[in-house]
Structure formats: C-alpha cells, structure tokens
C-alpha cells in the first residue's frame, strides 16, 4: 500500500512545488515574489526539520541558489485533507485543521469545518491527479486571498490527520487504501 512513484515526487519539495506550478495549482509566492518574510525549507525532510523563516534578502536568495525552496510565509491556520484513489477516481476526506508548536511541528488535528470546504476538497483532488498517487496523498493548505494555497505534500498516511478523521468521521484510512487496492 505504498506508492513509490508518488513518495519519489511528494518527498521532493522542489519536484512537489514544479509540479504544482506547471499544473496551476496555487501556493505561495516563491522569492521574489510575494512579501517578506520567507519561509525557507530543504528539498527533503519532515516534520519541519530544517525549515526557517527570515526576511533577509540576501540569506533567502543564498538559500535559492543552495536548492531550497522558498516561498512567502502565509498566516492563517493549516489545514489537512486526506485524498484516497487513484488517478480519474479520487475523494477527498474530511479537512483537518493542524496545530503546531514553536519548533514548526505538528501537535494536533482536529476535524472541524473548513472555510470553502469544497473548494479545498477540489484543490486536494487536483493535487492527487498532479501526483498520480495510487493510494493515499496527504495535502496541507492555507486559505489565503480567496484560494487554498498548498504548502505541502505527503504521499503516505497521514498521522494526526487519519486519527481526525477515526474520531470524528469514523473514517478508518487504512480501510479506505485497501478499497483503492482491491478496486
């Protein structure tokens, strides 16, 4: 239940992001663009390792020419959606608003109704169709300017997010990836 092919793109931010930009799929300004401060992270990593925020200039287009993306910092709340399927046949599950730490680590999940709801739904589906992901593509977004910004990719189930999505929804993901294998 594990979708190589998808893990190889989503675990790359500067492959995840080209992606995103080549199929029109919104996210934050990328330096120049947009405003200070930037966020600054690695190609690869999780859990917020290694990920800054500055308003440097000069240290953020350092950062572009060492390989990291960088992008102008959204405010507002993350929020999380589960896509299960495979290409042509996606669904979108119930958002999960995150919580973080200072670290930029992730603490909680709580399934709770998301602003445009369908609209993030929409904007998780095309991510999945963008990935190709056989199985289960986890999608983290900011509502910002009327559009769901996506800031991040996991092609791999989602912790915080599918224990959500069991206590509020019952939905069990591990159940809904052996309905995408067997079907």
Known sequence: MFDAAAWATASSRLKSDALLRERGIPAPA?????????IVKPDRGGFGLGI???????????????????????????????????????????AARLTFDDGRHRTD???????EAELLAKTAIDAAE???????LEVEAIFDGGVWKVIDLNARLPM????????????????????????
């Open 130 to 136: 963008a990935v190709g992901v056989h199985g289960v």
């Open 30 to 38: 990328y330096f120049p663009g947009g405003s200070e401060p930037y």
């Open 109 to 115: 999940a709580v399934c709770q109704p998301a602003p």
């Open 160 to 183: 915080l997010t599918g224990d959500a999505l069991l206590a509020a929804h019952g939905v069990n993901l591990l159940t809904e990836l052996i309905r995408v294998y067997e079907g």
């Open 52 to 94: 800054w925020v500055t308003d440097d200039y000069c240290e953020v287009g350092g950062a572009v020419n060492a390989g990291f993306v960088t992008q102008e910092e959204l405010s507002g709340d993350v929020w999380s959606v589960a896509v299960t399927g495979t290409p042509g046949g996606y669904t979108a599950h119930p």
